[in-house]
């Protein structure tokens, strides 16, 4: 034989291919992985051999011709002008990925439904608290009483407003409209949901600002459950103590940092908590740190892990409010 590989003798999906993706020979396996997907089994289809090009070798891909198996894989260079292609059926896997997915996505849905019924709850208290007091002492008061009555119910009204607003601008299938918000009862709020996990737990938490009153852009309801998933985090990891700091940096951004004094995270893991299904806890699917990740960076900030002396430390950054680019 010409080429340097019996494929005839291996009991696996192996094709040799040249460098335009034409197979000199493959295995009986891999011939049925590519008839299964409707492929020519002279020729690796121009879809996955353009993605197999664009991946360094040895990084997987994976394939899927719609309606079709779901094949993982990988490629190897055999000398100068060929190369091995390793492919692997993985329409299981992915279906338990998207398994998994599903469940993260009702867990954060069920959060987010938990956090807005709460600010809603707060929003329709103030309103319906002041005008009942209108209603029944309305007549009695001065001007100035009646304005600070009316502006209460005024704010009610418009968090009430900022709470739908945030949650039609989420549901859209489009780039966000991104205003600028006020951080601090942001922050608040996820205080106020988290508090009696809190007080279960005996933990504490403090949040200070370098400057006050700072304003950054994004939707609410997004931050509000990244910072939400970084607290519940320290939490679950034992934290007794956990604090939340804000800070402008470089001029256009705000880093909030939540640092707490939980066992900490390993250096050795720090490029791997990001990864989708990494987690160190058993029980927990390791989404939270990913989804939030890929939200930040979804309304123009980022997360990162910051090297701590102890505990853990976590930095959101968000765009600064009055940054217009």
């Given at each position: 034989?010409?080429?340097?590989?019996?494929?005839?003798?291996?009991?696996a999906?192996?094709?040799?291919?040249?460098?335009?993706?034409?197979?000199?020979?493959?295995?009986?396996?891999?011939?049925?992985?590519?008839?299964?997907?409707?492929a020519?089994?002279?020729?690796?289809?121009?879809?996955l051999?353009?993605?197999l090009?664009?991946?360094p070798?040895?990084?997987?891909?994976?394939?899927?011709?719609?309606?079709?198996?779901?094949?993982?894989?990988?490629?190897?260079?055999?000398?100068?002008?060929?190369?091995?292609?390793?492919?692997?059926?993985?329409?299981?896997?992915?279906?338990?990925?998207?398994?998994?997915?599903?469940?993260?996505?009702?867990?954060?849905?069920?959060?987010?439904?938990?956090?807005?019924?709460?600010?809603?709850?707060?929003?329709?208290?103030?309103?319906?608290?002041?005008?009942?007091?209108?209603?029944?002492?309305?007549?009695?008061?001065?001007?100035?009483?009646?304005?600070?009555?009316?502006?209460?119910?005024?704010?009610?009204a418009?968090?009430?407003?900022?709470?739908?607003?945030?949650?039609?601008?989420?549901?859209?299938?489009?780039?966000?409209?991104?205003?600028?918000?006020?951080?601090?009862?942001v922050?608040?709020?996820?205080?106020?949901?988290?508090?009696?996990?809190l007080?279960?737990?005996?933990?504490?938490?403090?949040?200070?600002?370098?400057?006050?009153?700072?304003?950054?852009?994004?939707?609410?309801?997004?931050?509000?459950q990244?910072?939400?998933?970084?607290?519940?985090?320290?939490?679950?990891?034992?934290?007794?103590h956990i604090?939340?700091?804000?800070?402008?940096?470089?001029?256009?951004?705000?880093?909030?940092?939540?640092?707490?004094?939980?066992?900490?995270?390993?250096?050795?893991?720090?490029?791997?908590?990001?990864?989708?299904?990494?987690?160190?806890?058993?029980?927990?699917?390791?989404?939270?740190?990913?989804?939030?990740?890929?939200?930040?960076?979804?309304?123009?900030?980022?997360?990162?892990?910051?090297?701590?002396?102890?505990?853990?430390?976590?930095?959101?950054?968000?765009?600064?409010?009055?940054?217009?680019?």
């Amino acid at each position: 034989s010409e080429y340097l590989l019996r494929l005839d003798r291996v009991a696996a999906p192996l094709a040799l291919c040249d460098g335009s993706g034409r197979v000199l020979a493959r295995t009986s396996e891999a011939r049925e992985l590519l008839v299964g997907c409707g492929a020519d089994e002279s020729h690796l289809p121009e879809a996955l051999w353009r993605e197999l090009s664009a991946a360094p070798y040895g990084e997987a891909v994976t394939w899927r011709p719609e309606g079709t198996l779901c094949i993982g894989c990988t490629r190897y260079a055999i000398g100068a002008t060929q190369m091995l292609v390793i492919m692997r059926e993985v329409s299981g896997k992915q279906r338990e990925l998207s398994r998994r997915m599903h469940q993260q996505r009702l867990e954060a849905t069920g959060s987010l439904v938990a956090a807005v019924a709460h600010d809603i709850r707060g929003g329709l208290a103030t309103v319906i608290f002041n005008t009942d007091v209108l209603v029944t002492r309305g007549a009695e008061m001065d001007q100035a009483t009646l304005r600070t009555f009316l502006g209460e119910i005024m704010g009610g009204a418009e968090r009430l407003k900022e709470i739908v607003d945030g949650l039609v601008d989420f549901a859209r299938l489009r780039d966000q409209v991104q205003p600028v918000i006020a951080l601090g009862p942001v922050l608040q709020r996820c205080v106020s949901v988290l508090r009696p996990k809190l007080r279960d737990r005996a933990a504490d938490l403090t949040i200070t600002h370098a400057q006050p009153d700072p304003q950054v852009h994004g939707n609410p309801l997004i931050i509000e459950q990244i910072v939400q998933n970084l607290l519940q985090n320290a939490l679950e990891a034992g934290a007794q103590h956990i604090c939340v700091h804000s800070e402008l940096v470089s001029g256009d951004r705000v880093r909030v940092r939540v640092h707490d004094d939980g066992p900490g995270i390993p250096p050795v893991l720090y490029e791997r908590i990001f990864e989708p299904f990494f987690t160190t806890r058993d029980g927990c699917l390791g989404l939270g740190l990913a989804t939030s990740r890929e939200a930040a960076r979804h309304i123009g900030g980022d997360l990162l892990i910051d090297p701590a002396e102890y505990g853990a430390s976590l930095s959101l950054f968000l765009r600064a409010g009055g940054d217009d680019r």
